[in-house]
């Protein structure tokens, strides 16, 4: 049976991290920022919510989970975050771990482009030219 982990569980966790990322190496400064990004995200900070997508989109430090970068996408561009809204549609027009929908797509893209992301802007771009 596994057991509940505890606040000191995490700071020992942290500490760890901590202390190989102090000496240079890569994956020590992933967990930590991973944890990091857990944390702030399940208590609604939407930027990270983003940032943990991100790692799960690209399983950077974590098993690919598609499913999962959609869920935090999902609830930090729902919040109003841009850069959610922009990845929520990249996954939208490609298909990754969901139905492809351009017209999804294209939602999300016109969310983050109206708020000044130049990136979805040109996604709009493209997308209103090939369909």
């Known amino acids: 049976m596994k057991r509940k982990r505890t606040v000191e569980d995490e700071k020992l ?26 944390q702030a995200a399940n208590l609604g900070h939407i930027i990270s919510q983003n940032n943990l997508g991100v790692m799960y989109f690209n399983g950077d430090g ?17 919040s109003g975050y841009k850069s959610a809204q922009y990845n929520l549609g990249n996954m939208y027009e490609y298909g990754k771990g969901i139905d492809k929908d351009i017209n999804q797509a294209i939602y999300w893209y016109e969310k983050s482009a ?3 992301n130049q990136y979805a802007q040109d996604k709009l771009e493209k997308l209103r030219k090939n369909n």
Do not use: S
């Not at 890569?26 to 990004?37: D, H, I, S, T, V």
């Not at 869920?71 to 729902?78: D, F, P, Q, T």
């Open 62 to 78: 974590v098993n690919k989970d598609y499913g999962r970068a959609f869920e935090l996408y999902h609830k930090a561009a729902n």
């Open 13 to 38: 966790a942290f500490e760890h991290y901590e202390k190989v990322a102090n000496k240079g190496y890569a994956m020590g400064l992933f967990n930590c920022a991973f944890e990091l990004y857990q």
């Open 114 to 116: 109206k708020q000044g």
